[in-house]
């Protein structure tokens, strides 16, 4: 990279005799990127990309869910968009780790809200409570989770 931005070659500047092996460094560097590119975008993307389209059009979607979640690039938003898939079917325990997952890297108010919600299903008032307020705090408008807090006594 530093031969292709102007760097020192064993020939002078960049441009004043270069040779094959500044070419091939520069060709080498290009294919390492793209290779990267593509391991840690193109493909996680492609397999949720997936999985989503699946499990919105109604077909069977959690295979596909688990090929996006064992690629070995770590994706928070598969576990969130799994998580949902699984409260579509209401497996909210299954959703609620699936949530705990993709909070390791993603910090969102929609996270708290899906969480909020799994905990209402499992009747632990305290974790909606928590949630809840998580939520609002990065999502103040959110009406679900407002109607949540009125819902739980809580003010706001």
């Keep these: 990279l530093l031969l292709s931005v102007g760097g020192e070659t ?16 520069t060709i080498a560097a290009s294919v390492i990127l793209a290779a990267a ?4 975008v193109l493909i996680p993307s492609a397999l949720l990309s997936r999985a ?14 688990m090929d996006a979640l064992r ?9 969130e968009s799994y998580a949902l898939a699984l409260m579509d079917e209401s497996r909210f325990s299954a959703a609620r780790i699936q949530l705990e ?7 969102t108010g929609r996270i708290h809200l899906l969480l909020a919600i799994c905990s209402e299903a499992a009747r632990d008032k305290t ?14 408008d959110n009406e679900h989770a407002r109607s949540l807090a009125t ?6």
């Design 101 to 107: 997952q993709a909070q390791e890297g993603l910090d």
């Design 151 to 156: 819902a739980h006594g809580m003010e706001f």
């Design 10 to 25: 064993e020939q002078g500047r960049l441009g004043e005799g270069t040779t094959a092996k500044t070419g091939t460094t």
């Design 127 to 140: 974790a909606v409570r928590r949630h809840v307020r998580e939520c609002l705090y990065r999502w103040p």
């Design 71 to 79: 690629w070995p690039w770590p994706n928070p938003q598969a576990h």
């Design 52 to 65: 989503e389209e699946t499990h919105v059009a109604g077909g069977v979607s959690e295979p596909l869910y």
């Design 37 to 40: 590119y593509a391991f840690t």
